[in-house]
């Protein structure tokens, strides 16, 4: 809980504010039945209303079933045992709080006091509410918790009103964005009030240095209102950010960025200087090249006539690829491509796209706007597990073996998708683009790189990008599983780093010759921004290519990648 001794303590560790603090604005009143905005609270054991003053806190729950338990986070837990209201608090009764049940009807009053609370008019309190609908430990679905405006809030402590209907109303405490400073200078958090609201609660933010993963000391504090921490100056290749706040849990209460040291230009890195392309790279993907054009297509061509569209019509494509393993993909071509006998009318350009990890890639129908679309799934991907199921943790299956490392046999699956389509009439077969986010970003990048005919490539925020530096810079995600691979500390490091110095996509990234977009999230945690950097500062000098780094964002595929995509191939194809 908050206490003011503690925040009065803490805010003296605050420092390098980008704009002053600002008291608090009123928190929204409401005396309407303001529950029935979740439609969802249908199902959930109850309806609950908090009302509170300077002195107390009151909540009333109504329609409660009997096995139903309440918990306010942190504050106490109310529920009926053996046929008795109880309330407790870490576990143990509460006396001071007076909690009365009735007929499905249950009213709390307790003092801030009860609840380790100095309360003075104006603090601001954030509040969680938990439903088990059960009796035990059993939640409501996380859809039910995510429509309750219960579920997170904020409450105001008043001295000009008694108890009323002033229900929480924010679900985040504050807005934040990561700043990595891309063109030099220091990396910073910047807090912001949350837009509706206009409300910042109390934020901490943790520095830390990154390559020993040891925490700063430097913790600074802010006490609300917009607020700007920059990264301290450290000698290590890393630094990072942690930020918390105080009373919230998951998402809205902390989050975790690791950037490039202060100075360090994210948009002009190249990568870790000591990871080099291995000398027998080229060779190694020759050899898989040659196993794939060993194996015949085998397509199979099945259309879909009920997914069809106004301009499109859809088709199932299984092919075969490298170790025996068939893999499918999702093919929409124009309907007016064709005559009425099935002949070929009209070429078209083609793209294909690829999927996220471990996720399908459905169809996909540029057609109004003049494309074909291959939406291929790679081994193991969406419809493909009907011939080869994917294993739990592919990005670590075989990896002891670059041969037979789950990564080689599906680029070689994405080769083989365009062989498929250069093979297609009615595909104008100069005009191919390659397009994909994340995982779908790294095998767009090594399709451009190891697949003849390509004409132009589009990687939104690319997995499997200059692992010695994403291993530090990630905080989400497979890849800083790969630590103990790059210190040595790992069983088979170095047959592992072998294999891996072959699949990175900033090594395949030089072979690249086609025009190339490279899309990254500044804030991203599982593709960091340094990454895609590097990916694209390796591209040949006299390759066509552009960056974009779009502030603000996480591992996502925004509307300013989609509409920079969508350019790029209206430009080079």
Not at 212 to 238: I, M, S, Y
Not at 427 to 447: C, H, M, N
């Amino acid at each position: 809980m908050i206490r003011l001794a503690a925040v009065a303590l803490l805010c003296l560790l605050s420092f390098a504010l980008a704009a002053p603090t600002r008291p608090f604005p009123a928190v929204p009143r409401s005396s309407e039945d303001w529950w029935r905005s979740a439609p969802a609270l249908a199902i959930a054991p109850g309806r609950l209303s908090l009302a509170w003053d300077v002195k107390r806190l009151c909540v009333h729950v109504s329609d409660v079933p009997p096995t139903a338990r309440v918990t306010l986070d942190g504050w106490f837990s109310a529920g009926i045992v053996e046929g008795k209201p109880t309330l407790t608090r870490n576990g143990k009764a509460m006396t001071d709080v007076v909690f009365t049940a009735d007929s499905g009807e249950w009213n709390i009053e307790a003092p801030w006091s009860a609840l380790g609370i100095d309360a003075t008019s104006g603090l601001f309190l954030p509040v969680h509410i938990v439903w088990n609908a059960g009796g035990g430990d059993k939640q409501l679905p996380a859809e039910v918790l995510s429509y309750n405006p219960l579920t997170w809030g904020v409450v105001q402590l008043s001295a000009e009103s008694g108890p009323e209907g002033c229900p929480p109303t924010l679900t985040k405490p504050f807005v934040y964005r990561f700043d990595i400073s891309p063109y030099g200078g220091r990396p910073s958090m910047v807090i912001e009030p949350e837009p509706v609201a206009g409300l910042c609660l109390p934020v901490e933010v943790t520095f830390q240095t990154v390559s020993n993963e040891t925490t700063d000391v430097q913790t600074r504090r802010t006490p609300g209102g917009p607020a700007r921490f920059l990264v301290p100056a450290v000698k290590t290749p890393f630094a990072g950010a942690k930020l918390i706040a105080p009373g919230y849990a998951g998402e809205a209460g902390t989050a975790e960025y690791h950037s490039l040291a202060p100075g360090r230009k994210t948009a002009e890195f190249k990568g870790d200087p000591n990871w080099t392309v291995p000398a027998d790279f080229d060779a190694f993907w020759s050899r898989a090249k040659a196993e794939l054009d060993a194996v015949p297509q085998n397509a199979k061509v099945t259309e879909v006539p009920n997914r069809a569209t106004k301009t499109g019509r859809l088709f199932r494509v299984d092919l075969d690829s490298i170790g025996g393993v068939r893999f499918s993909g999702w093919f929409f071509v124009p309907r007016d491509a064709f005559h009425e006998d099935g002949s070929v009318a009209k070429r078209y350009p083609a793209v294909q796209v690829m999927p996220g990890y471990g996720a399908e890639e459905p169809p996909l129908d540029r057609t109004a706007s003049g494309y074909i679309t291959f939406s291929v799934n790679p081994r193991g991907h969406g419809p493909s597990a009907d011939f080869w199921p994917l294993p739990d943790n592919h990005l670590t299956y075989n990896i002891e073996d670059a041969e037979k490392y789950y990564y080689r046999g599906a680029y070689m699956d994405c080769v083989r998708a365009i062989q498929f389509l250069q093979s297609r009439p009615e595909v104008d077969t100069k005009r191919i683009g390659v397009e994909g986010g994340s995982q779908g970003g790294a095998f767009a990048l090594a399709s451009a790189a190891l697949a003849p005919g390509v004409a132009a490539c589009c990687a939104n925020v690319p997995f499997l990008s200059d692992f010695p530096t994403s291993i530090h810079t990630c905080t989400r995600g497979g890849i800083p599983g790969f630590r103990g691979v790059f210190d040595g500390s790992a069983p088979n490091a170095d047959a592992i780093r072998r294999t891996l110095s072959y699949i990175d996509v900033r090594h395949l990234a030089t072979r690249i010759h086609v025009p190339t977009l490279i899309c990254v999230g500044e804030m991203d945690r599982t593709c960091p921004p340094n990454g895609g950097s590097a990916d694209f500062n390796c591209l040949p000098t006299a390759t066509p290519k552009r960056l974009l780094l779009v502030p603000g964002r996480d591992h996502e595929v925004p509307n300013e990648m989609r509409e920079a995509g969508a350019d790029w191939f209206r430009r080079h194809m």
